[in-house]
């Protein structure tokens, strides 16, 4: 458990017990989702917080002889913290911002209730003035069909264009549609690989709905943080560079780091031929070795051409 998951809690805590006061250990435990073991951690350390001063008067109390005796948690001086946890400044328009994202890519029902809570926080934060999020969604004409085939548990076809430039005509069960890093996607199980997979929505043309029915295979899998490592389309690459370049290694996503005597060995994952070819030109005379090595093929052939051209005139 992080120390952001307890503060988190204990701001929860306080008012929940001025709510409930005389309140029960373990029911309260298990209101939180913690052991009775963790409740009471989480009680020694409000013990230690209130306002500024730090005198006994300006600290939180709690009864912890009726917590021993009886199991009943009995807290004061704490009415400064009754009231509902509010939105930073930085929250509300990190919501808002992801709200937008959302609203690139949902159906007309969905659609209704993101644009209302979207104006609501609009109107607390004064975040109108904020740019529009561009989301790389692909065509609304395309995220229609898939939304409706969705709602009519319908298969669609569409053609597709891998990060590879490799063109091919699935034909799938659309699941879901999200946004990861500013980018949609779409989950759907594939019927030629009988197996899930996931389609970038800008990569996806001429759709049309099947009018077959999609098959009942459940929930896909969780499109959390670390579903690019999982990815089968995710190439490990390793870069070893020259020492001036170590700032490199904060500008574009890593796995690791290794420093050696002068030089630097940069491990990522690639899942985009066309971002690797661009990043090895730039690193230019910088880049000392790549491995595996034929990944450097395409930008070889780039520069040679560019290099022509130059000498042509």
Request: glycine residues 8%; proline residues 6%; aromatic residues 6%.
């Amino acid at each position: 458990m992080t120390s952001a998951e307890q503060v988190s809690r204990l701001l929860a805590l306080v008012p929940y017990l001025q709510r409930h006061p005389d309140a029960d250990v373990d029911t309260t435990a298990a209101t939180f989702g913690v052991t009775g073991k963790q409740l009471l951690a989480d009680l020694n350390v409000l013990w230690y917080c209130g306002l500024p001063g730090g005198m006994p008067g300006d600290l939180i109390e709690i009864d912890f002889e009726a917590i021993d005796a009886a199991g009943r948690i009995r807290l004061s001086n704490a009415d400064y913290l009754a009231r509902p946890m509010r939105f930073t400044p930085d929250e509300a328009l990190s919501l808002v911002v992801a709200l937008r994202a959302v609203a690139e890519l949902v159906g007309d029902d969905e659609g209704e209730a993101v644009a209302s809570a979207l104006a609501k926080l609009e109107a607390a934060t004064g975040a109108p003035a904020l740019p529009k999020v561009a989301v790389a969604g692909g065509e609304a004409e395309v995220r229609d069909v898939l939304s409706a085939a969705i709602n009519a548990d319908e298969m669609v076809e569409f053609d597709y264009t891998d990060a590879g430039l490799q063109p091919s005509h699935p034909v799938v069960s659309p699941a879901r549609l999200l946004v990861r890093d500013g980018i949609g996607y779409l989950q759907a199980w594939s019927q030629e690989r009988a197996d899930w997979r996931t389609y970038r929505l800008d990569r996806i043309v001429g759709i049309a709905r099947t009018g077959q029915r999609r098959s009942q295979l459940g929930e896909p899998p969780v499109f959390d943080p670390g579903w690019f490592e999982r990815s089968e389309s995710a190439l490990p690459v390793t870069l070893v560079l020259e020492p001036a370049w170590r700032w490199m290694a904060e500008y574009i996503p890593v796995q690791s780091v290794t420093e050696h005597a002068g030089a630097i060995e940069l491990q990522l994952l690639v899942a985009d031929p066309a971002w690797l070819r661009a990043l090895i030109l730039r690193l230019g005379a910088g880049l000392r070795e790549i491995r595996p090595a034929e990944v450097a093929d395409s930008a070889r052939a780039a520069a040679a051409e560019a290099l022509a051209a130059y000498r042509a005139g």
